[in-house]
């Protein structure tokens, strides 16, 4: 019975050090036409073709601690780099955003 549970703690802090590894070098850029602008995120819809768009047709991202410019409008495309996770709620939510920028 010893040897099983350091087998599984061994397993859970493996898995814990590869989670935190793995979390910290991703990074995922897609593109999206801003839906509607809010004081603290964007709604958002990812453009034809994004990887995103299989996640969701809408989804709130972040702008707290954002200096945009320029200032986006409602219909304008933005590229926006963030850290790949996107929360499965309705409207889809990703909130730890790297950066964010004017397209078109």
């Given at each position: 019975m010893k040897?099983?549970?350091?087998?599984?703690?061994?397993?859970?802090?493996?898995?814990?050090?590869?989670?935190?590894?793995s979390k910290t070098n991703n990074r995922a850029t897609f593109q999206a036409t801003i839906l509607e602008i809010h004081?603290?995120?964007?709604?958002?819809?990812?453009?034809?073709?994004?990887?995103e768009l299989n996640s969701a047709d809408q989804i709130t991202v972040s702008i707290k601690g954002m200096n945009i410019s320029p200032e986006p409008k409602v219909?304008?495309?933005?590229?926006?780099?963030?850290d790949?996770?996107?929360?499965?709620?309705?409207?889809?939510?990703?909130?730890?955003?790297y950066s964010i920028r004017v397209v078109e």
């Open positions: 040897k099983g549970f350091c087998i599984l703690i061994t397993l859970v802090v493996l898995f814990l050090f590869s989670a935190c590894s004081d603290d995120y964007y709604l958002v819809e990812p453009v034809e073709g994004s990887t219909g304008d495309i933005l590229e926006i780099v963030y790949g996770v996107i929360a499965e709620s309705y409207p889809a939510q990703i909130t730890n955003v």
